[in-house]
Nanobody, 121 residues
Framework: QVQLVESGGGLVQAGGSLRLSCAASGRTFSGYAMGWFRQAPGKERELAAGISWSTDNTYYTDSVKGRFTISREIAKNTLYLQMNSLKPEGTAVYYC??????????????WGQGTQVTVSS
């Protein structure tokens, strides 16, 4: 059993920044990967960033590389996504996820309910 609760979504101007948080509970995450997916209208959910909970290895999709930073705070079982230089095309529902393989979208088994991020142009 894993419960994931996102927070931090909202409205932001293009070029601005936003930080998403995901509080995880239910089991130890020592053997888990965590990540942030996003889904825009008419598009499939995509893995924007992933992290290995134990090793801190990270993955970023090319479109966010250099602008987004994924991190985790182990003691709080909390995942973060720092989003800088936001673009209108970043408008999407962002989902926190947990699974086994941080860089493989198919490796995620649990998802939060999502938080809306809207970037105005």
């Amino acid at each position: 059993q894993v419960q994931l609760v996102e927070s931090g979504g909202g409205l932001v101007q293009a070029g601005g920044s936003l930080r998403l948080s995901c509080a995880a509970s239910g089991r130890t995450f020592s053997g888990y990967a965590m990540g942030w997916f996003r889904q825009a209208p008419g598009k499939e959910r995509e893995l924007a960033a992933g992290i290995s909970w134990s090793t801190d290895n990270t993955y970023y999709t090319d479109s966010v590389k250099g602008r987004f930073t994924i991190s985790r705070e182990i003691a709080k079982n909390t995942l973060y996504l720092q989003m800088n230089s936001l673009k209108p095309e970043g408008t999407a529902v962002y989902y926190c996820a947990a699974g086994r393989f941080y860089s493989d979208s198919n490796g995620y088994n649990y998802w939060g309910q999502g938080t809306q991020v809207t970037v105005s142009s």
